[in-house]
């Protein structure tokens, strides 16, 4: 898959704007989610993303708890982990808090207490960011579940900020009600996990919402589109120009399907993709 120049100017990448984006984007680096890979919690999940050429992997801690508590709030396995990244040279980008799917942090006490447990977990992984997704039946709809989960976050954020670990929120609310819910957490920790896709399918730009977010309220992007990526309605050149605008450094993860069936064929496809955009915009 190629990018041509045309679409490039399209978007508005000036030959000017595209010198400026090419410093900006030298610090982005493309990882991919383990469930994507169809190796949700999966340790060879680790040696396979490195083997398609991606530069982290973001990790599932797991939806059926073992002896009460998360399948990743284990000692050995996180050691594992942390020897298979070492191995492969290949960095945990971020977790993802999956058994919010299951017990909503909207409603279930259940949830406050894996995202607790999933605080220390998430740091002896060697990362710094994790997921907390609000989807399905845990979708945040009102503003009394999204006040719930600002208050339950303003208390757990303080134990995020001492640990050192970013909290962020997936879902399909505006950017504005992200923030809301940020600034009623009252904490620093406690920022987005930017989804270009679940923001495109609810109706909002993404192009605009990254912007007007910025990199200090943002802590990880998804990347995805229906389809295999480019095919679909996210004009993607014109969201790398705003991940290039606003500085943001840090992974960018793909979360894409396999319409072919094969998911090594389809995410080299995606990654090929992803890459070749990249350095269209860093070579102007």
């Known amino acids: 898959m190629t990018i041509s120049r045309r679409v490039l100017l399209a978007a508005g990448l000036s030959p000017a704007a595209s010198l400026l984006a090419q410093k900006k984007l030298e610090k982005l680096k493309i990882g991919v989610t383990d469930w994507n890979l ?4 999966k340790l060879e999940a680790v040696a396979f993303a490195k083997s398609l050429g991606f530069e982290g992997l973001e990790v599932s801690l797991g939806r059926k708890p073992v002896d009460g508590k998360l399948p990743l709030d284990n000692p050995d396995l996180q050691a594992q982990y942390r020897a298979a990244c070492q191995q492969h040279a290949l960095p945990v980008a971020s977790t993802c808090l999956d058994i919010l799917h299951v017990n909503y942090l909207k409603s279930d ?9 999933a605080i220390p977990a998430t740091r002896k992984l060697n990362t710094d960011v994790m997921l907390m997704p609000f989807f399905g039946k845990g979708a945040l709809q009102t503003r009394e579940e999204m006040d719930y989960v600002g208050d339950i976050l303003r208390e757990l954020g303080k134990e995020a900020e001492k640990a050192g670990v970013l909290l962020g929120l997936e879902n399909t609310i505006s950017a504005e009600d992200n923030v809301r819910i940020m600034e009623r957490s009252r904490s620093k920790a406690v920022q987005v996990f930017y989804d270009v896709g679940n923001s495109t399918n609810a109706g909002f730009d993404p192009v605009q919402e990254i912007r007007w977010l910025g990199k200090s309220r943002i802590c990880q992007i998804h990347l995805k589109d229906r389809g295999y990526m480019g095919e679909g309605k996210i004009d993607f050149p014109a969201v790398m120009r705003a991940i290039a ?3 943001y450094a840090g992974f960018a993860d793909l979360e894409t399907s396999s319409p072919s069936g094969s998911v090594e064929n389809d995410m080299r ?4 993709f992803v890459r070749d955009l990249l350095d269209k915009i860093r070579r102007g």
């Open 269 to 272: 496809r995606n990654l090929a």
């Open 38 to 41: 169809r190796m949700s919690g």
């Open 109 to 117: 006490p259940l949830g406050r207490k894996w995202l607790a447990d």
């Open 245 to 247: 605008d606003i500085g």
